[in-house]
Structures are given as structure tokens and as C-alpha cells.
């Protein structure tokens, strides 16, 4: 079967401090991958997603980036996080367009 | 650009009773996906709706979709204190990115 996972669960960061999210997928291959991120205020909002290894579009301009360096590897990141960064940032994927997005368990970030 | 509006955004009821959310969008879309959300957790896929009049049920939920009205409701039925948590519609537009654009979420809280 397949799982995903995340890491770290929680984090907390200074601003001006980078950032990186790893999220990783077992079970099957060339999945769609996402980022989302859930905040007060804000509801659940798609930051990223990649289609293939190298692939990724991005939904909402901002000071993160993403990456896919492998066929089931997905990182998040930022040069230097800003209050506004602070959230649930939530890793998903799904095997194609029209199946459900499967989440992980999620990284709890602040930013003090 | 793509909508999604739920009602209500909070419920309060009492266990046994029956009650639905509605989940309303803006352009056209030919696939609707339900979550829940725990406190302090991830999504967990409920429903996915893929074409106009699709019913899908499991156990006291069962969710449906109108595409002429872009609408979906949420039934629950004879609601019992487990089914508390937060609901989310998500919707990707035809034709779109493949990722998801959710509603606010409706936070249901079931009193015995």
C-alpha cells in the first residue's frame, strides 16, 4: 500500500532563517505531488505541485519554492522565512488527476 | 477565477439528529472531493464526485453532486459524537491544474 511521510511534525524557526520540507512517497510511482499550507485566516491554499521528477508550478507568488529531485521526493523551502510563513504546511499526493489527494500528517511551523 | 463557498461554516447538533452542508462553486468542474479534518490533524479523504448526480455513502455520511448547480451537500444522518471534526469541500476546476481549491470548512461539533 501506499504511504506518505513528513517531516519534520513541528518547527519552530527564526525570522530570516531558511527553511526545508521533505516529504516522501512509498508504494508507487510518478505520482502527482502538492503543497499546501493551512492558516488562520487564510484556509487551505495550494502552494505547489509537480506532475514529474524537475516539474513543479507554482499557484501563489511568495517567498517559498519547492523542488522534486526524485520520482517520489517533494522538498519545500525558503532562503528566509517571514512571520506570513508561519502554518500548517500539509504534503499530498494522488495517483492521477481525477484520484482523491492522499495527505500526510502535516509540519506545524512557527515563526517567532 | 475558481470559488468554493460552504454552509455553514459552523454546526453545533445533538447526536440522532440529521443535518447537511452545502458546498457551492463558481465554474465549471467535473470532479468534487470531500475531507475531514481532526483537531491538530491531516485530511482524510471521505468522497470523491466525478460526474453530475453522483451519490457516494459510507455509513451515516453520503455526499452527491448537482454539476448544473455546482453544488454538493454532505448528508449526515442520525449524527453520532464520533463524525465531529471539520469538513472541507474541494473542487479543481475543468480543465485546470490538478490542484485542489477547498472551501473554508464547516466545523461540526455533535453533542450527546
Known amino acids: 500500500s501506499q504511504t506518505i511521510h513528513q517531516w519534520p511534525a513541528t518547527l519552530v524557526q527564526p525570522v530570516g532563517s531558511p527553511l526545508s520540507l521533505e516529504c516522501t512517497v512509498e508504494?508507487?510511482?510518478?505520482?502527482?505531488l502538492y503543497w499546501y499550507r493551512q492558516a488562520a485566516g487564510r484556509g487551505l491554499q495550494l502552494l505547489f505541485y509537480?506532475?514529474?521528477?524537475?516539474?513543479i508550478s507554482s499557484e501563489v507568488p511568495q517567498n517559498l519554492s519547492a523542488s522534486r529531485p526524485q520520482d517520489r521526493q517533494f522538498i519545500l523551502s525558503s532562503k528566509k522565512l517571514l512571520l506570513s510563513d508561519s502554518g500548517f504546511y500539509l504534503c499530498?499526493?494522488?495517483?492521477?488527476?481525477?484520484?482523491?489527494?492522499?495527505f500526510g500528517d502535516g509540519t506545524r511551523l512557527s515563526i517567532l | 477565477e475558481l470559488k468554493v463557498e460552504q454552509n455553514p461554516l459552523f454546526l453545533s447538533m445533538q447526536e440522532g439528529k440529521n443535518y447537511t452542508i452545502y458546498c457551492n462553486y463558481s465554474?465549471?468542474?467535473?470532479?468534487l472531493y470531500w475531507y475531514r479534518q481532526d483537531p491538530g490533524k491531516s485530511l482524510e479523504s471521505l468522497f470523491v464526485?466525478?460526474?453530475?448526480?453522483a451519490v457516494k455513502q459510507e455509513g451515516r455520511l453520503m455526499a452527491s453532486l448537482d454539476t448544473k448547480a455546482r453544488l454538493s451537500t454532505l448528508h449526515i444522518t442520525a449524527a453520532v459524537h464520533d463524525l465531529s471534526a471539520t469538513y472541507f469541500c474541494?473542487?479543481?476546476?475543468?480543465?485546470?491544474?490538478?490542484?485542489?481549491?477547498f472551501g473554508k470548512g464547516t466545523h461540526l461539533i455533535i453533542q450527546p
Open positions: 499530498a499526493w494522488s495517483a492521477d488527476s481525477y484520484q482523491p489527494q492522499h
Open positions: 508504494g508507487t510511482s510518478n505520482p502527482n
Open positions: 509537480s506532475v514529474g521528477i524537475g516539474q
Open positions: 465554474t465549471t468542474s467535473d470532479r
Open positions: 464526485l466525478l460526474s453530475n448526480g
Open positions: 474541494a473542487v479543481v476546476s475543468r480543465g485546470g491544474a490538478d490542484g485542489l481549491t
